[in-house]
Nanobody
Framework: QVQLVESGGQLVQAGDSLRLSCAASGRTFSNYDMGWFRQAPGKEREFVAFISYSDSTYYAGSVKGRFTISRDNAKNTVYLQMNSLKPEDTAVYYC?????????????????WGQGTQVTVSS
């Protein structure tokens, strides 16, 4: 198991950039696949980005080219760099972890979740 805490969410304007962080506990963090998901009010939880334990990445089409996921195993932290933010990016952003993810974009692949951090993008 790993415990996850997201941070960095805030109110920004369209076109702005923001970096989210996900701090993880546990001594085996480097073995985990990590994902970012988001959920807007009244909507299903949506896949955003994925990074494997070996640094392979995968992005949702809606964010590809704008968002970048990365990890720093020495700091037990995963990041989501968000550029060119749009109002439709407004959501609670969650990080998730699992030792072996088979389908990166499927929320039920992940056993461990953070509490979420709110990102609001005004137009």
């Amino acid at each position: 198991q790993v415990q996850l805490v997201e941070s960095g969410g805030q109110l920004v304007q369209a076109g702005d950039s923001l970096r989210l962080s996900c701090a993880a506990s546990g001594r085996t963090f480097s073995n985990y696949d990590m994902g970012w998901f988001r959920q807007a009010p009244g909507k299903e939880r949506e896949f955003v980005a994925f990074i494997s334990y070996s640094d392979s990445t995968y992005y949702a089409g809606s964010v590809k080219g704008r968002f970048t996921i990365s990890r720093d195993n020495a700091k037990n932290t995963v990041y989501l760099q968000m550029n060119s933010l749009k109002p439709e990016d407004t959501a609670v952003y969650y990080c998730a972890a699992e030792l072996r993810v088979g389908v990166p974009w499927a929320p039920n692949e992940y056993e461990n979740w953070g509490q979420g951090t709110q990102v609001t993008v005004s137009s």
